[in-house]
């Protein structure tokens, strides 16, 4: 007897190894990681789970290939931060980008922990945000280019500032996390421009 088809496939327009990733991409997006089975999975994808074995080494493999799409689809749906303003609207715009991003793809590697090894197969990956430059390198890049126009001072650090607006991030987001807390961060009012100021005028007096 033929193996079952799922009907998403009768019509031949997606691989089954595509279909099978967007299958546990929806299963993340939906209730994230935890306790995510290859039943479930193949469930969803309406193949037997056997079928899944024929594609991905292991069920590691395919977790960090969906964890990867579900960044992707994150970054597609909150859109990417202007910067075609003053110094303090782009930066303000990237770091409200950055909380979103972060808000909403965060939760699904927090049910992951315990897992080092999906972990090291998604970090193998290209990297799924702005490009596959991701944030950080996105955000040094156009301090970078800020510095050349002279908006910024010659001798600043591009990489130092990326490290402690993206670290503020993380800060802002990783604790309610890792609490188990499914509602977005509640950023603390005026958090976002006092971070903006910092970055652009130090703190030692003038």
């Not at 972060?102 to 970090?123: K, Q």
């Not at 290209?126 to 991701?134: C, K, S, T």
């Not at 910024?152 to 987001?173: F, K, M, Q, S, W």
């Amino acid at each position: 007897m033929a193996p079952r088809r799922a009907a998403a496939l009768r019509d031949g327009e997606v691989s089954l190894r595509d279909h099978l990733i967007a299958a546990a991409t929806r299963l993340i997006d939906e209730r994230g990681t935890a306790g995510l089975t290859v039943r479930d999975i193949a469930r969803a994808a309406d193949v037997a789970v056997g079928v899944l074995y024929n594609h991905f080494a292991d069920k590691e493999e395919l977790l960090a290939l969906a964890l990867h799409e579900h960044v992707r689809e994150v970054e597609r749906r909150i859109g990417r931060p202007a910067v075609d303003g003053t110094l303090a609207e782009n930066l303000h715009a990237f770091v409200t980008h950055a909380l979103a991003a972060h808000s909403a793809f965060l939760p699904a590697f927090a049910g992951l922990v315990g897992h080092p090894e999906v972990f090291a197969r998604f970090d193998a990956l290209p990297n799924p945000m702005a490009d596959g430059r991701g944030l950080h390198a996105a955000l040094a890049e156009y301090l970078a280019a800020e510095r050349d126009r002279g908006r910024i001072a010659a001798g600043t650090d591009v990489d130092a500032v990326a490290t402690l607006v993206v670290g503020a991030c993380h800060e802002l987001v990783l604790p309610r996390v890792f609490r188990g807390g499914s509602a977005p961060s509640e950023v603390p009012e005026g958090r976002v421009e006092a971070l903006v100021a910092v970055v652009l005028n130090g703190i030692t007096p003038r």
